[in-house]
């Protein structure tokens, strides 16, 4: 159970995507297999592709989570980039349907989100939607998405795009992600090739600092009334040869797996 990784891309769909999504069949076979090399079968992906809501039934295109990444490489390699209407786009509906996928109990669940775009109702510039057609507001998805202990890792094709940037910020940062801006397709692909790399490094850590804390963690008792004692968490990064923020990274992430209490 330690080492599931259930990894989702978000992805625009929308025309101005086309460059984006060329350079991902590029490079996301290499991704793939280099996960799958390392976690086998613990290792689930899929694809939750959105556009607008004026494109009708070709809102979303999904791939649900699979251990057949060869099903995932196909559904990017057929993605068609189209539609599209005002600027803003519906990451919420995309997002939303993350939500419903079939997340294993206990994985690594993680969220690449990647547009160029913001969602509706956040400010962007002609907004055709006053309240975004889900009826949820960026703060209710953000929550959402961490409550079901996805993490999301935000990326904007639009770095100069300040409305972009907070709402990619507020979905990513609040649910334990990152956010990252890129200025070409390849350099998103770079980004996302680094980022995935880290998931089988929190997975590894994820793993000994479990191994640490089962053992039980002797943290010492002070001897006068003004005398300094570590915190359990740092007595375990000492232990562990790292940091303390490491520690407090790892046990957010055993917590949202419900690994540890």
């Not at 297999?33 to 976690?39: H, I, S, V, Y």
Request: aromatic letters at 4%.
């Amino acid at each position: 159970m330690l080492r599931r990784l259930d990894l989702v891309f978000c992805v625009d769909l929308t025309g101005s995507m086309g460059g984006l999504i060329a350079s991902a069949r590029a490079h996301i076979g290499r991704i793939l297999d280099a996960l799958k090399t390392e976690l086998g079968d613990d290792l689930r992906v899929g694809l939750v592709g959105y556009r607008d809501h004026s494109d009708g039934p070709k809102l979303l295109q999904v791939e649900s989570l699979t251990t057949d990444v060869e099903k995932v490489r196909k559904a990017i390699n057929d993605a068609k980039v189209d539609g599209g209407g005002d600027a803003p786009e519906a990451v919420f509906a995309g997002l939303l349907r993350c939500l419903e996928l079939p997340w294993a109990q206990g994985s690594y669940r993680v969220v690449i989100l990647i547009g160029d775009a913001p969602p509706h109702s956040v400010g962007a510039p002609g907004d055709s939607y006053r309240v975004d057609p889900t009826g949820l507001t960026l703060d209710d998805v953000a929550n959402r998405m961490e409550t079901e202990g996805l993490f999301v890792h935000a990326l904007s094709l639009s770095p100069n795009d300040q409305v972009m940037e907070s709402s990619f910020r507020r979905l990513s940062i609040s649910t334990g992600g990152t956010y990252s801006d890129a200025t070409s397709p390849d350099a998103a692909m770079r980004i996302v090739e680094t980022v995935t790399q880290q998931f089988l490094k929190d997975l590894d850590f994820d793993r000994r600092l479990l191994e640490r804390l089962q053992q039980g963690v002797d943290v010492p008792e002070p001897k006068h009334d003004d005398d300094i004692v570590p915190t359990r968490d740092e007595v375990v990064a000492k232990l562990l040869s790292v940091p303390v923020q490491e520690v407090w990274g790892g046990m957010m992430r055993l917590r949202r797996r419900r690994l540890f209490s």
